[in-house]
């Protein structure tokens, strides 16, 4: 939730909801709504804790890479603490086609709209949902749970090779 608030994505966090409810239904209500419930809020979100923020620097970094290929090797290297380490965990796990696909359709879609940026994911997720790299994925971990899936590309580098003008066709002019 830290992380949520710090980047943005979220105004409040709400850990304990039945308080909250409690505080809003002795309330006077009157004309302003919002501004009861932003008064009710106020003070509840918890902001400190965000385990990105204290990498932030360090994200940033990664971010600035020239290309994803090295982006996604500095994500595999991170080191230090545990949160870094499970970054680096996580990110290997997945697959290189998954990260070259969801870092073209953010390129993408960053200057979208909502509606436009939800029909690119759907056109996403639609298209990937038959692809054999999403099979892939099911059967180690939900079918054999051998957790050793056996990806077509074994490399972010050998992933962007893969045609993303299937997916939208203005999809790979724009990313």
Known sequence: AADTLNLGLADYCVPDAAALLEDLTGQQWGEDIRARIAQGLRGRDERSGSAFMAHRAHMAELRDA????????????LSG????????????????????????????????????????D?????HFSQHEEFAEGVRAVLVDKDHQPRWRYGSVAAAEAYDFSQVLPTFAATA
């Open 66 to 77: 020239p290309n994803i290929a090295e982006r996604h090797a500095g994500l595999l290297g």
């Open 122 to 126: 759907m056109a996403m997720a639609l």
């Open 81 to 120: 603490d545990a949160w870094l380490e499970q970054v680096a965990s996580t990110a290997s796990r997945g697959s290189s086609l998954s990260v070259v696909a969801t870092h073209r359709l953010l390129a993408a879609t960053r200057l979208l709209g909502l509606s436009e940026c939800f029909a690119a």
